[in-house]
């Protein structure tokens, strides 16, 4: 029983720790977005030399938009993360914390690790009372 609380604690620092790594992660797309700028002002306002075309302008949109797009499916991904921490610190939201743990398991190799942990943890059945009687209202 007190070992279930253990774990779960335990499982709710390494959510927020890898959280903090998928949102350190997630600011690298924006590298496509810089390139993606970059060629964007280059074939509005470069000039060619001899021989040489410049880059279309088209090509530096997909590199915006790609850059700009994964961006925001990592921070919101870093932010579910943390949210799944939060739920097993506090024994709320099983299923989304379970979810969770399922789709870390994509993350190679950090999130496969703390995902796999989880959901050994989160089949117990000593940890689903544990979520059971948090979520349930107390008398008064």
């Known amino acids: 029983m007190n070992q279930d609380k253990e774990h779960l604690q335990l499982l709710a620092i390494f959510h927020y720790v890898v959280a903090g790594l998928a949102a350190l992660f997630s600011f690298f797309p924006l590298l496509y977005t810089t390139v993606g700028a970059i060629f964007i002002f280059a074939a509005r306002h470069g000039t060619a030399k001899p021989g040489e075309d410049l880059p279309p302008e088209f090509l530096g949109w997909i590199f ?15 932010i579910c993360i943390l949210i799944a921490g ?18 870390e398991c994509l993350f190679i190799p950090f999130g496969t690790i703390l995902g796999v942990f989880t959901i050994v ?9 544990f979520f059971s009687t948090a ?6």
């Not at 943890?121 to 009372?129: D, G, T």
């Open 64 to 78: 915006a938009v790609l850059g700009a797009l994964l961006f925001l499916i990592g921070i919101a991904m870093a």
């Open 86 to 103: 939060r739920s097993l610190a506090l024994r709320k939201r099983y299923s989304f914390a379970f979810v969770m743990a399922c789709i």
């Open 121 to 129: 943890v989160l089949s117990r059945e000593s940890v689903k009372a």
């Open 135 to 140: 979520t349930a209202p107390t008398p008064g």
